[in-house]
């Protein structure tokens, strides 16, 4: 069974950068057809998708943030982290970590983790 669990700061200040990670056990994120996703939701919002790095290392971002996001992985601990550069206080969402394999539906989901941007 795949198990997510995100971690960072709940409070970050507007202009700073956001970072959280996401440590994996159950699967390798190297792992054959493994998608790694970060996805958020702000109050009163639906589901966005922020990005995903899948088994091969490639990336890819959401065009409304790919200019302030990066997501990257150490395989060494099996975890991938989101920074989010620039945060503002629209940025105030809980963000989730999410896997899945050759079902294009995220199966696996971490617990979730409440950011505030604010001073």
């Known amino acids: 069974q795949v198990q997510l669990q995100e971690s960072g700061p709940g409070l970050v200040k507007p202009s700073q950068t956001l970072s959280l990670t996401c440590t994996v056990s159950?699967?390798?994120?190297?792992?054959?057809?493994?998608?790694w996703a970060w996805i958020r939701q702000s109050p009163g919002k639906g589901l966005e998708y922020i990005g995903y790095?899948?088994?091969?290392?490639?990336?890819y971002y959401s065009p409304s943030l790919k200019s302030r996001i990066s997501i990257s992985r150490d395989t060494s601990k099996n975890q991938f982290t989101l920074q989010l550069s620039s945060v503002t206080p629209e940025d105030t969402a809980a963000y989730y970590c999410?896997?899945?394999?050759?079902?294009?539906?995220?199966?696996?989901w971490g617990q979730g983790i409440q950011v505030t941007v604010s001073s």
């Open positions: 159950g699967a390798s994120i190297t792992a054959n057809y493994y998608y």
């Open positions: 999410a896997a899945r394999n050759v079902n294009p539906v995220y199966d696996y």
């Open positions: 790095i899948p088994y091969s290392g490639s990336t």
